[in-house]
C-alpha cells in the first residue's frame, strides 16, 4: 500500500520536506508503527510534539492504515 | 443614546447584520491578549466594524523589529507600551468604541480578574503555554476562544470551547517538548502572514457575537502562504483533555480570587483628596486627559510605580485611580501581593469622576 505523509511547521522543517510517498508491503500497518518508522528516519521528531490527522481528521488512536490514505503531522505553532 | 453615525451604514445594509446586528456588536465585550502581529489586524477589525468594548493586554513595548507587521506603531512609538500606543490609535480610529487596557502580561495571577466579564478571547499570543492557560480559563468561564498561529509561511486558526465544542488541549495535548517553541524573533516572519490569520480571526470573532455563518469550531483551518492553500483537519471533544483543562483553570481561579480590593466610591474620593494623610495616586500615563489638578495627587505612571513605592510605609492608606478602574484593580492586586495592605481603587476610575461632576 502507499500513503502520503504531510509535514507541517516545526515537523516539516525536521524532514526538510512538505510531503511524501511511503509504499509498505503489507497491510494492517498502525499509525504507531509510521510513527516509528518515520522517528528512525528523523531523529528529531522524538523530540517534537505533534498530533496525527488520518485524512484530515485528527486520530489519537492507533489506527490501522490503508491504501492512499492522508497523514498529516500537525505541531501547534508558537508565533504571533 | 445618540444616534448612530454613518460610519456603520455599508455593513448596516447586509441583511445579515442590519441595525440589530449593529446594535450586538456595539453592546459586545472582546478581550484580545497579545498585540502585536495577529493582535494589530484583529484590533483595527474589530474596532472599525464598531465591537464597543475591546480589551487589550500585552506588557511588551514597540520596537523597530515590529514595524513591518504590527500596524499600528509607528518609530515614534518604539520604547513606548503597546497596550497604551494601540488604545490611543483604535479611539482615533473609531471613538465610539471604548477601549480598556491591560499593560500587563497575561499570567495564572491576573487572569481571571482580567477576563472578568468579556464574552470572547482572542488568542493573539506568541507561546504556547499562555494558549494553555487562555484556554483552561476560558473552559471555566463559558467562552469562546478565537486562535491563531504562525509558523515562518504556513498559519493555524480555530475556534475552540464554541458551545461546550472542542478546546485548544484536545488538538495539541499538553507535552514537556513544548515549552521551547520558537517564536516569531527565532524563526522570521513575513508581515503578510500574521495580518492574514487575524483578519480571519476578527472574522470568526464578529460571526459568533452577529450569530452568522459557521463558526469555525471543531476544524483546524491550515493556511500556507508560499503555495496559498487553505484546508481543515475536523477533531472532536477529548474529554480526558478537557477535564485536564478545567481542572487546570479551577486551581488558578481558587488561588487567585481570595483577595478583593476595596473600592472607594467618587463622594468618598473628593472627601479623601482634603486629607494630606492619604497617599492619592494617579497611575494614567503622561498623555492621558483630563489630568486632575489638585495638589494632594501624585502623577505616577505604572512603569515607575514600583519604584516610587520603594520606600513606602506598607501600612499606608493608598488610593490609585485610572481612566476605567480597570488597571487601578489589577495593580492594586499586585500591591497587595507585594504586601501593601491598605489599598483602595476608585471605581470606574476618572470616567466616573467626570459623569459626577458634569451633573
Given at each position: 500500500m502507499t500513503i502520503t505523509v504531510k509535514y507541517f511547521g516545526l515537523v516539516a522543517d525536521i524532514t526538510q520536506k512538505k510531503e511524501e510517498q511511503l509504499s509498505f508491503?503489507?497491510?494492517?500497518?498502525?499509525l504507531k508503527q509510521l510513527q516509528s518508522k518515520l522517528e528512525e528516519q528523523y531523529a528529531e521528531l522524538k523530540n517534537t510534539t505533534y498530533s496525527f490527522a488520518v485524512n484530515q481528521s485528527l486520530t489519537q488512536s492507533n489506527e490501522v492504515l490503508k491504501n492512499k490514505d492522508e497523514i498529516a503531522l500537525l505541531p501547534p505553532f508558537a508565533g504571533g | 443614546m445618540t444616534a448612530p453615525s454613518n460610519r456603520y451604514n455599508r455593513q448596516i445594509s447586509l441583511p445579515e447584520i442590519g441595525i440589530s446586528g449593529q446594535e450586538k456588536l456595539t453592546n459586545a465585550k472582546v478581550l484580545v491578549i497579545g498585540a502585536g502581529g495577529l493582535g494589530c489586524p484583529v484590533l483595527q477589525n474589530l474596532a472599525a466594524t464598531g465591537v464597543g468594548s475591546i480589551g487589550i493586554v500585552d506588557g511588551d513595548v514597540v520596537e523597530e523589529t515590529n514595524l513591518h507587521r504590527q500596524f499600528l506603531y509607528t518609530l515614534n512609538d518604539c520604547g513606548m507600551n503597546k497596550v497604551m500606543v494601540a488604545s490611543e490609535v483604535l479611539s482615533n480610529q473609531n471613538p465610539e468604541v471604548k477601549v480598556i487596557c491591560y499593560p500587563t502580561y497575561f499570567t495564572q495571577e491576573n487572569a481571571f480578574e482580567i477576563v472578568s466579564d468579556y464574552q470572547i478571547i482572542v488568542d493573539c499570543t506568541d507561546n504556547v503555554m499562555t494558549r494553555y492557560l487562555i484556554n483552561d480559563v476560558a473552559l471555566v468561564k463559558n467562552i469562546p476562544m478565537i486562535y491563531a498561529s504562525i509558523h515562518k509561511f504556513e498559519g493555524q486558526l480555530a475556534v475552540f470551547n464554541y458551545k461546550s465544542g472542542p478546546t485548544y488541549r484536545c488538538f495539541f495535548p499538553e507535552s514537556e517538548?513544548?515549552?521551547?517553541l520558537s517564536n516569531c524573533n527565532e524563526s522570521g516572519v513575513l508581515g503578510v502572514l500574521p495580518n492574514t490569520l487575524g483578519v480571519l480571526q476578527a472574522n470568526e470573532v464578529l460571526k459568533i457575537i452577529l450569530g452568522i455563518g459557521d463558526v469555525l469550531s471543531g476544524k483546524l483551518l491550515l493556511y500556507n502562504g508560499l503555495n496559498t492553500t487553505f484546508q481543515t483537519i475536523t477533531f472532536q471533544v477529548n474529554e480526558t483533555e478537557k477535564e485536564k483543562g478545567m481542572q487546570n483553570g479551577l486551581t488558578i481561579l481558587n488561588h487567585t480570587t481570595t483577595k478583593e480590593i476595596n473600592t472607594i466610591s467618587t463622594s468618598d474620593f473628593f472627601t479623601a483628596l482634603?486629607?494630606?494623610?492619604n497617599l492619592i495616586i494617579d497611575i494614567r500615563e503622561n498623555y492621558e486627559e483630563p489630568k486632575l489638578a489638585f495638589e494632594n495627587i501624585k502623577l505616577v505612571p505604572l512603569s515607575a510605580l514600583e519604584n516610587y513605592l520603594?520606600?513606602?510605609?506598607?501600612n499606608q492608606k493608598i488610593i490609585l485611580f485610572c481612566q476605567v478602574g480597570d488597571r487601578s484593580k489589577l495593580v492594586a492586586q499586585y500591591l497587595m501581593r507585594k504586601g501593601f495592605t491598605n489599598l483602595f481603587h476608585l471605581q470606574n476610575g476618572i470616567e466616573a469622576l467626570e459623569r459626577v461632576t458634569e451633573n
Open positions: 508491503e503489507s497491510e494492517g500497518f498502525t | 517538548n513544548l515549552k521551547e482634603s486629607n494630606k494623610e520603594e520606600n513606602t510605609n506598607p
